[in-house]
């Protein structure tokens, strides 16, 4: 059974920067895809960033310009998520997910495996 368990998450002021990451347990890593989502309250859940197996990521549109690192370790079974310029509009839950192998997506319905979130919350 995959188990993804998220960590990095805290309080930061407007303009501050976080790292996320994920650990990956249960199977092969490098045979999965790997994505960070978010969901702050009230709202849908949101794709942020995607790896895929191969390596090939993906970006959502509004965040591209600010969240720009997704990485993989294979060999550590990790993924990370560098996050530069916080608003307190990015305050969420965040979710690291894990998919088929693949380019991986920014769907939500691409994901099979997800861990329990942690939170990001961004004040002054």
């Known amino acids: 059974q995959v188990l993804l368990v998220e960590s990095g998450g805290g309080s930061v002021q407007p303009g501050g920067s976080l790292r996320l990451a994920c650990t990956f347990s249960?199977?092969?890593?490098?045979?999965?895809?790997m994505a960070w989502f978010r969901q702050a309250p009230g709202k849908e859940r949101e794709a942020v960033a995607s790896?895929?197996?191969?390596?090939?990521?993906?970006y959502a549109d509004s965040m591209k310009d600010r969240f720009t690192s997704i990485s993989r370790d294979n060999a550590k079974n990790s993924l990370s998520l560098l996050m530069n310029n916080l608003r307190p509009d990015d305050s969420a839950m965040y979710y690291c997910?894990?998919?088929?192998?693949?380019?991986?997506?920014?769907?939500?319905?691409?994901?099979?495996?997800w861990g329990q979130g942690t939170q990001v919350t961004v004040s002054s």
């Open positions: 249960g199977d092969i890593y490098s045979r999965y895809s």
């Open positions: 790896i895929g197996s191969n390596g090939i990521t993906s």
């Open positions: 997910a894990a998919g088929p192998s693949g380019r991986g997506s920014l769907r939500e319905d691409w994901f099979k495996y």
